[in-house]
């Protein structure tokens, strides 16, 4: 029962944190007409989100593994609470990002609280089918925060968008200091928070998995940060249209982490990953081609990257499991800094996104196939199963999923 009241909040909580990606797309050409500025500047709304949120996880895990998950879920949710309260009061293009690097801050404590919950109560296969109920969250979050950022957009006005949101933060935090978490392990001759952090990362066992976990996400990350300005742009959308578009890229990644859960136990992970690689890299490679050939048909630009996103979703959650497997140093410390590593790159890969932001769709799905081929060459070695692993995966425990 406390495992799945568990799995219910960190569900709820990521759910939340990535709402705040999500959920203002649709209105970004209105946010750079009402703060006077071009709308390739609000595109920076989302890499300022995405270094708020890496920058401070290695703290947030080192917090968390210290003073305890509650106080410190408590503490991310109240700034995320507070910088979505505050964003519409700002009129300027630099309190946009400065508040966007605030939502991000908290949103980044949520991440890594939400992880390490569930590294507290699962591991192995069961760690892969647990995490792949926050990808359900993640995209549940992606899907109707997009459509539901559009209709707050034309009903109420861009503002509303980031006022709902904080109201609901301050709603979950309310929840979060009403349930009792368990309390912290004892873990005698602990080591230095970086000490620790500086063994994992001296483990490849932890580090291709992370990567490609990572690759696989920035995409995700380029096309959020670009398609916006390109659909609403050359292609004419309007901001319901592309919030449409939010409902076959949940699906897309639904059915993904859906087969995660329901797979993992029986295929292993290692396969599901590598399927997972060869479907990002085929959505990618076909968004490609059609947006060099066939220019004047948006199909061809969204249809290829849901399948990116199936794949990316079969990635995600088995990334993580595969990583925090092959620390050798437990507690929060890995799930920070994985969380951490995805996030870093993710900024890098938004960053680099708004930079290609143009007329045309090819600058961005050649920046996708690129992110593909590396999380393919980083998968190629982490392919093969151990030689004491069993068709089925990983260490079990007893606490299961349902």
Known sequence: MKSRTTLLITCCTVFMAQLGMSIYLPAMPEIARDLSTDASQVSWGMAAYLIGMAL????????????????????????????????PVGTTIE?????????????????????????????????????????????????????????????F???AIFQVLGGASLLMAWVVSRIAFPALPDRAHQHSSWHSYTRILCHRAFLLPAFVGGL?????????????????????????????????ISAAYFLGAVAVNKFVLHTGQRRLMSWGVALVL???????VGSLFGT????????????????????YPVSLSLANDG?????????????????????????????????????????????????????????QPRPNERSGGDRPISRGVS
Not at 59 to 75: N, Q, T, Y
């Open 296 to 315: 004047s048909l948006a199909v061809l630009f969204w249809l290829p990257y849901c399948f990116s996103v199936f794949g990316q979703s079969l990635i």
């Open 56 to 87: 401070p996880m290695l703290f947030w895990g080192s917090l968390g593994e210290r003073i305890g998950r509650k106080p410190v879920l408590l503490a991310a949710l109240g700034i995320y609470a507070l910088g979505n309260i505050a964003l």
């Open 216 to 248: 696989g996400y920035g995409v995700i990350i380029a096309f959020n940060t670009s398609a916006p300005l390109i659909l609403q742009g050359p292609f004419n959308w309007s901001a319901i249209e592309y919030g449409l578009l939010g409902w076959p």
């Open 282 to 288: 085929a959505g990618s490679a076909t968004m490609l």
């Open 95 to 155: 309190s946009f990002l400065a508040l966007r690097l605030a939502q991000g801050i908290g949103a980044s404590g949520i991440s890594v609280m939400a992880r390490v919950l569930i590294r507290d109560s699962f591991s192995g296969n069961l760690l892969a089918k647990a995490l792949s109920w926050l990808s359900i969250s993640f995209v549940i979050a992606l899907g109707i925060g997009q459509y539901l950022g559009s209709l707050l957009q034309a009903a």
């Open 327 to 383: 620390a050798p140093v437990s507690g929060a410390y890995a799930m920070a800094l994985s969380g951490f590593i995805h996030q870093l790159m993710a900024a890098v890969i938004g960053g680099i996104a708004s930079l290609l932001v143009s007329q045309q769709a090819w600058p961005l799905a050649l920046l996708c196939t690129l992110l593909a081929l590396g999380a393919m060459f980083c998968a190629l070695y982490i392919a």
């Open 157 to 159: 006005g861009w503002q």
